[in-house]
T-cell receptor
Framework: DVKVTQSSRYLVKRTGEKVFLECVQD?????MFWYRQDPGLGLRLIYFSYDVKMKEKGDIPEGYSVSREKKERFSLILESASTNQTSMYLC??????????FGSGTRLTVV | DQQVKQNSPSLSVQEGRISILNCDYT??????FLWYKKYPAEGPTFLISISSIKDKNEDGRFTVFLNKSAKHLSLHIVPSQPGDSAVYFCAASARGTGTASKLTFGTGTRLQVTL
């Protein structure tokens, strides 16, 4: 099964900082996803990518961008962090035949 | 609009009894459904899934039931164990639309199994 690694488990950043969240997979899968999880709101899709340099907006892309320069790495970028972006961020890769394998998540706090 | 709904934010069940978690959906294009389990500070892990051509799928203590006409599915855990205490997410996919890999998640139900 694919292994999905998120580089940081916990992050604390200041308002206005540029923040990079990194996700790496080890199985050469094309499809990768970034979600955020908030109490009462479930998992909401921010961005996803079907291949290198390809990206598509999810349901809540505002305030975020992504980068996919290599197939194994999908980065989520907060251009100017705000307190309402405090959340648990989850990276996912398609798990064959259907569904996802998730990383362990990054708990981001913006102060 | 919430296409996948879990109307019970929390559920408490005694150890050894049955836990029933419910999920409703509105998009008739959804044809594949999954349940994920999530512990605090960890990513969700896949639990069980069901295709729309079936109405039941069983895996050990976990059974998922699908009622397509009601657009409703449920997860049964029998018998419930303290280690089952977690947040459970229902998810759905519309494989036939070409967006096969995109999942839509519900808001989650926190299950607590008490001794």
């Amino acid at each position: 099964d694919v292994k999905v690694t998120q580089s940081s488990r916990y992050l604390v950043k200041r308002t206005g900082e540029k923040v990079f969240l990194e996700c790496v997979q080890d199985m050469d899968h094309e499809n990768m996803f970034w979600y955020r999880q908030d109490p009462g709101l479930g998992l909401r899709l921010i961005y996803f990518s079907y291949d290198v340099k390809m990206k598509e907006k999810g349901d809540i892309p505002e305030g975020y961008s992504v980068s996919r320069e290599k197939k194994e790495r999908f980065s989520l970028i907060l251009e100017s962090a705000s307190t309402n972006q405090t959340s648990m961020y989850l990276c996912a890769v398609v798990r064959r035949p259907y569904g996802y394998t998730f990383g362990s998540g990054t708990r981001l706090t913006v102060v | 609009d919430q296409q996948v709904k879990q109307n019970s934010p929390s559920l408490s069940v005694q150890e050894g009894r049955i836990s029933i978690l419910n999920c409703d959906y509105t998009n008739s294009m959804f044809d594949y459904f999954l349940w994920y389990k999530k512990y605090p500070a960890e990513g969700p892990t896949f639990l069980i899934s069901i295709s729309s051509i079936k109405d039941k799928n069983e895996d050990g203590r976990f059974t998922v039931f699908l009622n397509k006409s009601a657009k409703h599915l449920s997860l049964h855990i029998v018998p419930s164990q303290p280690g089952d205490s977690a947040v459970y997410f229902c998810a759905a996919s519309a494989r036939g639309t070409g967006t096969a890999s995109k999942l839509t998640f519900g808001t989650g139900t926190r299950l607590q199994v008490t001794l």
